[in-house]
């Protein structure tokens, strides 16, 4: 009998990485502890079980609004998946996935980080994902107060970490991992250098791209996690055998759920042709726009504010458009996609 990650990736089969299942899937305590044992410095020297077990009750899916005033919830208040569609202010923002850790330390009794956990199926939904992790990690510190800490007592804030995993990377950008966090410089020495008074808020963007060939272990395993192409038996096989990650319960489980999506599939398929022809119209119309650009000699800053977009949006386009002048859109679109 499958266990339940088992059960969850046969039910995501086909739709990974649409919301609901994508996040039921990532909850999942052993992908969470795979996770953090490679993004988050405090779990780096435990095992996978250890951290499981450092985690705190369940993780909260889609229960906890990010709007200041409403993410100040114990954990033991929320408990399990909330259905975001059933509340009545339709269209607030929650966080996907929020969860505590208590973990061991040898001078302290323990450390307690507050983490948060989303999907993306888009590199740039418009804005950079690494500046809405800045917003969402200030918010799970600002909630802190009246729950982690009272009036002044500042020292007693948690540390957080809020990890962005953005499936559908560019591939100039491949399978890659970087982490943004506060440090320290100094301007003129002489402040001790304390790091637990500062070190309290960690970004990670984590780009996955299927296909590509560079990236490690984490990504090599997301990206077969999340694959909307693998069947279920081909990406449990490959998550037991090439990644140990458990799919059996040692005394088997009475009930294993099954579902066919094969229409849902087939319905997917002539939505993504649909939409593929669309984005390859705007991209041969932007492609377009930068080679005119190019011609007067602007820069790829210059560029990007003419055609009202971020530089690191245009900057592949940009770059391959000045390698080869005189290509054509189509041309331009092909070298884009190798």
């Known amino acids: 009998m499958r266990n339940m990650l088992a059960e969850d990736i046969a039910l995501a089969e086909g739709k990974s990485q649409y919301d609901a299942q994508c996040k039921k899937v990532l909850s999942n305590r052993t992908i969470l502890a795979w996770i953090l044992k490679r993004t988050v410095q405090e779990c780096q ?12 009750g369940e993780p909260e899916v889609s229960n906890v609004r990010v709007e200041p005033g409403r993410t100040n919830r114990l954990p033991e208040q929320v408990v399990g998946d909330a ?13 996907d996935i929020r969860l505590h850790m208590l973990i061991p330390a040898r001078r302290k009794t323990e450390i307690k980080l507050i983490i948060n956990i989303e999907a993306q199926k888009e590199f740039y939904p418009g804005y950079n994902l690494v500046t809405r992790g800045i917003f969402y990690g200030a918010r799970l510190i600002s909630s802190q107060l009246g729950t982690e800490f009272t009036g002044s007592d500042y020292d007693s804030i948690k540390k957080v970490y809020s990890i962005w995993i953005c499936m559908n990377a560019p591939k100039y950008i491949g399978n890659a991992i970087s982490i943004y966090s506060i440090g320290k410089k100094d301007i003129v020495p002489g402040i001790p ?31 077969v996690l999340l694959s909307p192409s693998l069947r279920t038996g081909d990406k449990i096989e490959k998550l037991e055998n090439d990644f140990q990650i458990e799919m059996e319960y040692s005394l088997g489980k009475e009930l294993e759920q099954m579902c066919n999506l094969s229409d849902y599939v087939e319905e997917i398929g002539i939505e993504k042709g649909i939409e593929k022809g ?22 790829l800053e210059e560029t990007a504010a003419d055609l009202e977009e971020e530089p690191q949006a245009i900057e592949a386009i940009y770059r391959i458009v000045q390698k080869y002048p005189h290509a054509s859109c189509e041309e331009i679109l092909m070298k884009l996609k190798e």
């Open 45 to 56: 020297e435990l095992s996978v079980s250890q951290i499981k077990a450092c985690i705190c």
């Open 83 to 95: 259905n975001e569609d059933s509340q009545p202010d339709e269209g607030a923002i929650y966080f």
């Open 193 to 223: 250098d304390r790091p637990g008074s500062y070190d309290k808020l960690s970004v990670i963007c984590i780009c996955l791209c299927d296909g590509a060939e560079d990236g490690q272990e984490l990504t090599r395993m997301l990206n």
């Open 278 to 299: 669309r984005d390859e119209g705007k991209n041969l119309n932007l492609i377009e726009l930068i080679q005119k650009k190019c011609r007067r000699n602007k820069s």
